[in-house]
């Protein structure tokens, strides 16, 4: 978690991948909150760069964060 508020200070949040590396880092930490406004925040600039896969994939796991539930790459996910 730490690394990746370090990783978003850097890029003055404005990198969609370390924004949607930050919400499954406090996904995981329990922050659903927090996950949630990075995860909007990671959808909103790859909406913004025109990046589908990223916004698929981040739409995905928002879903999940706003139920409570953490991501885990490989694990299998609730239906919506």
Do not use: I, W
Not at 4 to 16: C, F, I
Not at 23 to 47: I, K, N, Y
Not at 52 to 68: F, I, M, N, P, T
């Amino acid at each position: 978690l730490h690394l990746a508020e370090q990783a978003s200070r850097l890029t003055g949040g404005a990198d969609a991948v370390v924004q949607h590396t930050l919400a499954a880092a406090c996904a995981e930490a329990g922050q659903m909150e927090e996950a949630v406004r990075h995860a909007r925040a990671s959808l909103d600039h790859a909406t913004r760069q025109a990046n589908h896969a990223l916004a698929e994939a981040v739409r995905d796991q928002l879903s999940g964060y706003e139920k409570g539930q953490p991501f885990r790459e490989g694990a299998p996910q609730p239906a919506p």
